[in-house]
């Protein structure tokens, strides 16, 4: 969750980066009706002793970047293009996919945190305590049976 305090989606992740993680993190984001493309740039740990101007240098060259580069160019025709004067090393992309961290023991913590007497007056009204995941819309269930466990470490029936 990142709060909305900044003028746009770029200037609130780097907001994000600076207080949650902080680590210097720069956004050039672009978008057109049909795609949208990014460039991250962030600051990673390890000794820049040598080249104290690498920081700045490099965002200024990455906030020269255009959206028609971003939304029509490979990324090494980018690089090249932006760092030509700095040395480039070039990952293997990685396939990007959804996952979430979510799980019925995950889900039973959260239910633990919110305390006995609060369980038992759901299970008392509804039967059962059912929820979903907002990320995912995974659906979790879970009986008395489940949270006489959570609270007493054993099954009653
Ligand atoms: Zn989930």
Redesign the pocket.
């Known amino acids: 969750m990142v709060p909305r305090e900044e003028e746009s989606l770029a200037g609130c992740l780097e907001e994000y980066f600076e207080r949650s993680e902080q680590i210097p993190t720069s956004f050039f984001l672009f978008a057109d009706e049909n795609c949208s493309a990014g460039l991250m740039l962030q600051k990673l740990p390890g000794d820049t002793e040598q080249d104290s101007d690498l920081w700045d240098r490099l965002n200024h060259l990455a906030s020269t970047v255009e959206a028609e580069e971003l939304l029509t160019l490979d990324s090494e025709t980018v690089l090249h293009r932006l760092f030509n004067e700095e040395t480039v090393r070039l990952f293997d992309a990685e396939p990007v996919a959804f996952r979430?961290?979510?799980s019925r023991e995950r889900t039973l913590g959260a239910l633990e945190s919110i305390g006995k007497e609060e369980c038992y007056s759901i299970l008392d009204e509804q039967g059962s305590i059912e929820m979903d995941?907002q990320?995912?819309?995974?659906h979790y269930r879970f009986d008395r049976n489940d949270i006489d466990h959570l609270f007493t470490g054993h099954t009653l029936h």
């Open positions: 979430c961290s979510c995941c990320f995912c819309h995974q």
